[in-house]
């Protein structure tokens, strides 16, 4: 049985504008320019990203790990409008070759063939203007010192990208120790899949204090049986909070595998930060409410489950495999809770790369491949508009779609006896659920190095978070005997169990993948 869908209104865009320098560290990386590539050569993917960015703008922005949405989406609607274009410019022509047709100018036969020309040579412009774009503005520069044309990060104009809409996306994909807000099971969202994890609850108890036995019986005196069985004498832990923890092992991550580590010894593309995540956020609907940077007061929290972890992030192969840690900590009482979840954001799609392999510009040769091979699809091309046309247009003329400005939103399903749910406020999830990055990665890594990068990054982060929770609790006079113990353990069963990577990534896209096909069919791209 379907869910219940809503349907609401969609924000109005804002006046055509400048679009402000609000960039990220990441607008020209690796990871960008291949999702802007993406928006060319997948139809699929570059309505998806629309859809997410702009059409249910309702939603908060996934964290951008190693790339920025802005050029991403820029990109995308600039494909789209160059394919609407080619759709307009085509419907006048075909009109007008009607008009004339009936006006006795052309005969049939002529007419025909201009409408046969029309569709090839609208395509063909489209085709070549495409190849352009991928050859000049989003080819991979050489270097540092490469001043030619080649993606530098810039983003082409369009009049739906406006100033609030920039602002909305840089304040919400920014990964920096902000608070995310999540909307589905994961609250990780973002960062791709999960591939390892554990968990210890360690009880603190002061440090025995060996001083004692060496004071009562003297130096090497051996220890009577009655005093191994007594309960030694303890240092007092001294009281620490979750903060102080956090922050401490923050500091020496930074410090050990960046700041005062040797050149060829640091980790490029290191970020250690504290993030706070919170569940999906839901509220009634009634009039559109402004984003969330405006009036914290929408936002419910309604499980009140608001978790901060530090955030361990390494970028490796020019952003396009990132490794996430999260560590966290929780106090109860005398015991120490302790988490860690590692996730990887595989690499780009192969088929993204195409870009890599263009040629370096247009001459005349390729030219006349593109006349000849657009020549070949033009029955293809003629019926695929019309026919994607039809299933975006077929939902808006049913009685309950009338309005195109309208948009749908999942509801809970409401399986009361007397469907009471239809007496209940409606619910929003304005919560992330996917990134445009994560429905771009690739079900397998393309080279071996780039798995064998992911394992060494999470063992390295893993080891150290160990270590320096070690030092942490020594230097608060607890006992480390259990951590010792609890230590040893996690890092033999990484050893043993090192093949879970393979079994775990297999199923690396299946859930952003059903979200995908699942948002496709039940939230139509509406008014976008």
Not at 203 to 212: M, T
């Amino acid at each position: 049985m379907a869910t219940d869908t809503l349907s609401v209104p969609a924000q109005p865009p804002g006046p055509p504008g400048p679009a402000p320098d609000l960039r990220s560290g990441y607008t020209a990386s690796n990871a960008t320019r291949l999702l802007c590539a993406g928006t060319y050569l997948d139809p699929v993917y570059r309505a998806t990203v629309i859809r997410e960015l702009l059409t249910h703008r309702f939603r908060v922005v996934a964290p951008s790990y190693g790339y920025d949405a802005v050029p991403v989406l820029a990109h995308a609607l600039a494909a789209r409008r160059l394919h609407r274009a080619r759709l307009v410019v085509l419907a006048a022509g075909l009109l007008l070759t009607f008009l004339l047709t009936r006006a006795g100018v052309l005969n049939v036969v002529t007419a025909s063939l201009t409408e046969v020309w029309l569709v090839w040579v609208t395509a063909y412009l489209r085709r070549v203007i495409t190849l352009q774009t991928l050859m000049t503005r989003l080819r991979r520069r050489t270097g540092p010192g490469d001043r030619t044309s080649g993606f530098d990060g810039s983003r082409p104009e369009h009049r739906r990208l406006t100033a609030e809409l920039v602002a909305k996306i840089n304040q919400e994909q920014a990964s920096d120790g902000t608070l995310i807000r999540y909307g589905g099971y994961k609250p990780f969202v973002g960062a791709g899949t999960q591939v390892r994890s554990w968990s210890t609850a360690l009880l603190l108890v002061g440090a025995p204090l060996p001083e004692v036995e060496h004071r009562r019986h003297g130096p090497g005196a051996p220890t009577p049986p009655e005093a191994t069985r007594q309960e030694p004498e303890r240092k007092e832990v001294i009281p620490f909070t979750v903060g102080d923890i956090t922050d401490y092992v923050a500091d020496r991550m930074n410090a050990e595998l960046r700041d005062r580590a040797r050149p060829s010894e640091r980790i490029d593309g290191l970020a250690v930060e504290r993030s706070t995540f919170t569940t999906s956020v839901t509220t009634r609907l009634g009039v559109w409410e402004p984003s969330p940077g405006e009036h914290d007061g929408h936002w419910e929290d309604s499980y009140h489950s608001k978790r901060t972890y530090l955030c361990v992030r390494v970028g490796s192969w020019s952003q396009e495999l990132v490794t996430t840690t999260f560590a966290g900590f929780d106090l109860k009482g005398n015991t120490l809770h302790t988490e860690f979840y590692s996730y990887v954001l595989a690499p780009v799609h192969a088929s993204f790369h195409l870009v890599d392999r263009l040629p370096a510009a247009l001459n005349v040769r390729l030219l006349l491949r593109v006349a000849w091979h657009t020549l070949r699809s033009t029955p293809e091309a003629t019926l695929r508009p019309v026919l994607a046309q039809l299933r975006s247009w077929l939902p808006n003329l049913l009685p309950w779609r009338w309005n195109k400005t309208r948009i749908w939103v999942l509801q809970p399903r409401d399986t009361s006896e007397f469907r009471l749910g239809r007496y209940a406020d409606t619910m929003l999830n304005r919560g992330a659920l996917a990134s445009i990055r994560e429905l771009a990665t690739a079900d397998d890594f393309h080279v071996f190095f780039q798995r064998t990068d992911m394992i060494k990054y999470t063992q390295i982060v893993e080891r150290q978070l160990l270590q320096f929770t070690r030092e942490f609790l020594h230097k608060h006079n607890v006992d480390l005997a259990d951590h010792q113990a609890r230590q040893t353990k996690i890092l033999n069963d990484y050893g043993s169990n090192n093949n879970f990577v393979d079994r775990n990534y297999g199923n690396v896209n299946s859930g952003t993948q059903n979200y995908q096909r699942g948002s496709g069919g039940s939230q139509g791209e509406g008014s976008s």
